[in-house]
């Protein structure tokens, strides 16, 4: 149940800013939250209402070198600093995240839209990678081999890499830079990131968050902006890996240019993830699963369910699927009753509504509209309702496009060989569901898919933090996953020694051993 006092938030928050001036988000450069003195901003609005709340400043080029040489300088005694009191900083971390987190969630209502409750999780994802950094020594442990010459032993760990940096996309302004700079920050490393310019807010928190669990100056820093800081960060010697998520076009720009600059870039992009199901599913609990999955953030996550496979006569059940999608409220995050908050900006429902027409005009069926939605109260709002369309083919636009907003595109094929196939055709691996009670055919689809997260009768199968999220094809570049294991090794590099210490030995000749015996 939320609180009053949330549900008031919003319009607190509003008339108090009606008679003031817009705030502008600061940078955080050597551990100070400082105004920019940027000449250009760029405006974070209120999606269920359009208001700006907030202003991002197009940090300068002065304000960015800050931020590197600050990390670079902090390096210095934090990568020296023993990995139990780095994890200790985590352990309170976890616990003032915990403490503020219906604050955070509230911004993150405020600037990106989502429930309440939806925030929250955004908020308690990024919470659960901060718990795995606090216990990173085993991640970082190495590998021994005593003896492996006579009195001459070898091993093997792994050290920071230096600065990192991330670069955030909108829709999950907590969980993403926590999937990012705790990881790097707890194995040594120090920390630029630029959250996303539409939904800064919920960032500058978790910075003032860090700063009082005892997180040394310099160590984590943030700046602002848009292309020409993603620029900056891809160019900057001093920055040694960059971690991205987002669309296709910004990540595969930004591997391209990092990696081309010599750097480790890990880059988590674009989905369109399917859902197959199987006839002898359970009717009720699918149709449930597949509306939460696909309207659920309004359509606005990486790991959304946007199309369906019906294999054989499941597809009658798409007349379930829009009865269930009726019972969607759409409207303001702040609103307790709302499943389905406003999409991110004017240009995002645009778009929404214009590949819904250009899919009807290519031939889909529409069985619910959400286009024209009107919230009372929230007019001027970004909302789009639930929106099913069944489509004819592969080709129409529904499919083809990664719209994210709350629409689920629908296909019926006869087998699962061909609902396979489909998938494993489609660009991108992101995630995907099978829906069945036959073993045999959800082993099978595990083991023919060609996706990175695979769910068997879980809609949504984001791997927890002792996993790593493990996209494929095009919803990824580099080969390195974020956290758990594979995110470790990202930020940190291996280092092998081989030692002699034989009292008095042999320490070696000019000539290279020809065989071991
Ligand atoms: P986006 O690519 O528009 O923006 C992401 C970041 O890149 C922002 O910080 C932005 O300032 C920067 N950016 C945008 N365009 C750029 C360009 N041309 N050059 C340089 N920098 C640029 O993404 P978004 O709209 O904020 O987020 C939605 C996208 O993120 C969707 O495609 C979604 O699937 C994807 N996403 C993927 C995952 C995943 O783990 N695979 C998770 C969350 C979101």
């Known amino acids: 149940m939320l609180s009053l006092s949330t549900v008031r938030f919003a319009s607190r928050l509003r008339a108090s800013r009606a008679f003031s001036t817009i705030p502008v988000v600061p940078n955080f450069i050597s551990g100070k939250f400082?105004?920019?003195?940027?000449?250009?901003?760029?405006?974070?609005?209120?999606?269920?209402?359009?208001?700006v709340v907030t202003r991002v400043p197009k940090s300068t080029q002065s304000e960015l070198e800050a931020a590197v040489a600050s990390a670079a300088e902090a390096f210095e005694t934090w990568s020296e600093t023993p990995v139990q009191m780095r994890q200790r900083i985590m352990l309170d971390y976890v616990q003032l995240i915990k403490r503020d987190q219906m604050k955070i969630a509230e911004s993150i209502t405020l600037e990106q839209g989502k429930t309440i409750p939806d925030a929250m999780g955004d908020v308690f994802r990024g919470l659960e990678i901060v718990e795995m950094s606090s216990a990173i020594g085993h991640l970082m442990m190495g590998e021994t081999q005593g003896n492996i010459s006579k009195g001459i032993d070898a091993y093997s760990y792994r050290e920071p890499l230096g600065v990192t940096a991330g670069i955030c996309p909108f829709n999950f302004p907590a969980m993403i830079p926590l999937w990012m700079f705790p990881v790097a920050v707890a194995a040594g490393n120090t920390s630029v990131i630029k959250p996303s310019e539409k939904?800064?807010?919920?960032?500058?928190?978790?910075a003032e968050l860090a700063q009082e669990a005892g997180l040394p100056d310099g160590v984590l820093n943030i700046v602002h902006g848009a292309h020409e800081t993603v620029d900056f960060i891809c160019d900057a010697p001093d920055i040694k890996a960059i971690s991205f998520v987002g669309g296709n076009a910004a990540g595969e720009y930004i591997h391209a240019r990092g990696t081309g600059n010599g750097k480790r870039v890990?880059?988590?992009?674009?989905?369109?993830?399917?859902?197959?199901?199987?006839?002898?599913?359970?009717?009720?609990s699918?149709?449930?699963?597949?509306?939460?999955?696909?309207?659920?953030?309004?359509?606005?996550r990486c790991m959304a369910l946007s199309v369906v496979v019906f294999v054989g006569e499941s597809k009658e059940w798409i007349e379930d699927v829009v009865e269930e999608a009726k019972k969607y409220k759409v409207g303001s995050g702040f609103d307790e009753d709302v499943q389905v908050g406003p999409l991110i900006t004017p240009e995002a429902k645009k778009r929404c509504e214009d590949i819904i027409q250009q899919s009807i005009d290519e031939g889909a069926e529409c069985l619910i509209d959400g286009r024209g939605v009107k919230v009372e109260g929230f007019e001027n709002g970004n909302f789009v309702g639930p929106t099913v369309l069944n489509v004819p083919n592969t080709t129409n636009v529904a499919y083809t496009e990664e719209i994210f907003g709350p629409v689920l595109t629908c296909l019926s094929v006869d087998t699962l060989e061909e609902a396979i196939a489909i998938t494993n055709s489609?660009?991108?691996g992101n995630g995907c569901s099978i829906f069945t009670t036959s073993g045999p055919a959800a082993r099978m689809y595990q083991h023919k898919i060609d996706c990175g997260q695979v769910g068997i009768n879980v809609p949504i199968p984001v791997p927890l933090p002792f996993f790593s999220f493990?996209?494929?094809?095009?919803?990824?570049?580099?080969?390195?996953?974020?956290?758990?294991?594979?995110?470790?090794?990202?930020?940190?590099?291996?280092k092998t020694v081989t030692s002699n210490w034989t009292y008095k030995g042999n320490l070696g000749g000019a000539v290279m051993p020809t065989m071991g015996k």
């Open 199 to 206: 939904d800064p807010s919920a960032m500058i928190m978790l």
């Open 34 to 51: 400082t105004p920019s003195a940027a000449t250009e901003f760029i405006d974070v609005t209120n999606p269920a209402t359009n208001e």
């Open 266 to 284: 890990q880059a988590n992009l674009g989905a369109k993830n399917h859902a197959t199901i199987m006839p002898d599913a359970d009717r009720s």
């Open 470 to 494: 493990t996209g494929s094809r095009a919803s990824i570049r580099g080969d390195l996953h974020f956290y758990g294991k594979e995110g470790v090794k990202f930020v940190t590099k291996a």
């Open 286 to 300: 699918v149709v449930k699963a597949l509306a939460g999955a696909a309207f659920g953030a309004a359509g606005q």
């Open 426 to 428: 489609n660009p991108y």
